[in-house]
């Protein structure tokens, strides 16, 4: 086995065990391993792979509905964003991108750490739920990572675990579903990618 798919695998099973536990980061934690021998186009389609695959699963064992009010303004801001991530990847070289991924490690997991210690935002408008879904469309474009701004603001919204879950959960089957099919229609993804898919969705199927 070439040792990029080695690498792919082992991104994979990482990423789909963590997800199993906590219901998303899938993306995170799989390309903390991708960056270092894959190419971010390509990572980025395993990304949203992986996350389309273990966001399904996952779906079957929500008991709540969707929280529509909140959902659709984000899913809207993330319409928006999408397309503006998928441009930006286009121009962004390895390098760059091993450097934007680190930043957003440096600036995200401590923010996750205190986040139970920053003060709680009551009640938001619609305008700023769609700003976050703009944003997570961004990222999730760039580089399939739509449950980093949603994961935040639930915190700081101080959501219980329960409510968390339901809407980063539907939020990311959706906008992951989008840009994966935003990506195959605009010919983003390869014919040398599908037999990565292989190796990505077992390890969300064992999880």
């Known amino acids: 086995m070439p040792a990029d798919w080695l690498l792919l695998a ?7 065990f963590v997800q199993g536990l906590s219901g998303f980061a899938f993306g995170m934690v799989a390309m903390s391993f991708w960056v270092w021998g894959i190419e971010p186009h390509v990572a980025t389609v395993m990304v949203l792979v992986g996350g389309v695959a273990g966001q399904l699963l996952a ?6 509905a969707p929280p529509w009010a909140m959902l659709l303004p984000m899913l809207a801001g993330a319409a928006l964003g999408i397309p503006l991530g998928m ?13 934007f991924f680190g930043a957003l490690l440096v600036l995200w997991c401590p923010l996750m ?7 709680n935002l009551p009640s938001t408008s619609r305008w700023a739920e769609g700003a976050v879904g703009v944003g997570s469309g961004v990222l999730g474009g760039l580089g399939g990572f739509t449950g980093v701004l949603p ?3 639930c915190a700081l ?6 409510q968390q879950r339901t809407l ?3 939020f990311n089957l959706t906008t992951l579903s989008a840009t994966l099919l935003a990506y195959l229609g605009t010919g983003g993804v390869s014919r040398e990618m599908w037999p990565m898919f292989a ?3 077992p390890a969300l199927r064992n999880r």
């Open 168 to 170: 980063i959960q539907y």
């Open 157 to 162: 919204r101080g959501f219980d675990k329960e």
């Open 113 to 119: 750490l205190v986040s139970q210690r920053l003060p």
């Open 151 to 153: 994961s935040l603001w």
């Open 59 to 64: 779906t079957f064992s929500l008991r709540r």
């Open 199 to 201: 190796i990505v969705v």
């Open 10 to 16: 082992l991104g994979a099973a990482v990423g789909g």
């Open 87 to 99: 441009w930006l990847l286009h121009w962004v070289n390895a390098a760059l991108f091993k450097l």
